[in-house]
């Protein structure tokens, strides 16, 4: 796939109205209905405040939650347009109800350059997901451009994400811009030693993940609860981990593709378990082939810290992507903050792909140690796998 796309820099903006997908599913609160955190907003501000600023009028349009096309007001963007209009300084126009109407098209045409209106809950209309070409025509019709700023979203082939490309020129936001532009230079041609750090729960999840990676890396480091699926597939006891047992023989062929490729892969030598999945149960380091019956591997050990710590800082690119584990809970969080800390102190260029990761190197203080911490889990995990993302092919290329 192509990472070089025209961003909102080769347009000239002045005077046109731009349909702007913009990702802004933020968390309510259930009782108050107040936005309990507006990153989402802040993330797509500077494309905002450029076209605004450029002489263009926006038409900002995002989902939010999943009414699947029933006008729920719980799930209204009304609480978005207050904090927008905060931040910006300047109102937000925006009619509640289906996110398209008579009366919404009349208040898009009426719009100045230098004014923004929000268009209603995308998902308020069943046509969005999917990707009806009516519905993208309609959003279309209201504008003169496309730009997507919405990275979380452009996996999905909506109306809003890929369909008004179809009508009109489209353009990349400058979040957009960011996460091409660091995913490319880590996949496209990586500085090497090339790390892929990889974790969480199974390794069905990250099985086209794998696969693609271990095309390109120099070495996997595999932590989190998928690691005892390959411990086991290897021999070794695992006690009551988690273990996927249908994928035995698929974690067999990942691992003998990786030696035939001369591609590392670590595996953590000794684990942290506990006697049963709680911050309070009793736990001991056992090595991670021979870890008791009735217990669980809730971390990695020591030794596993400083081995790959040790590949980690020889590392000139790294990727990360998943815990190693159950870092929620703080008995057993010294090894995501060991690798957290790995990460933030290497000098290669270090991008995390969204998701746990993302929090976890966020509640341990290294945030702004790391080149590119990601906005879209999907969008990223498929990125990562070399799926080409409906939403980003349909951008113009350089």
Known sequence: MNFKKKTVKDLDCSGKKILLRCDFNVPLDKKTGEITSDKRITASLPTIRYLLDGGAAVIACSHLGKPKGEIIPEQSMRPVAKRLSELLGKDVIYNPGKPVTDEVKKAASNLTPGQIMLLD????????????PGFAKELADMADVFVSDAFGSVHRAHASTEGASHFLPAYAGFLVEAELSAMGTALDEPKRPFVVILGGAKVSDKIGLIKHLVTIADALIIGGGMAYTFIKAEGG?????????????????????????GVAFLLPEDTVAGNKFDNDCEKKTVNSNEIPEGWLGMDIGPKARAAFTDVIKRAATIVWNGPPGVFEFPAFSDGTKAIAKAVADSPAISVIGGGDSAAAIEQFGFADKVTHISTGGGASLELLEGIELPGVVCLGDK
């Open 237 to 261: 006891q695992i006690g009551a981990s988690l273990l996927e047992e249908d994928k035995l023989d698929l974690a067999r062929e990942l691992l003998a593709d990786a030696k035939k490729r």
């Open 121 to 132: 809950n995308l998902r308020f209309d069943i046509r969005e997901e999917k990707n009806d």
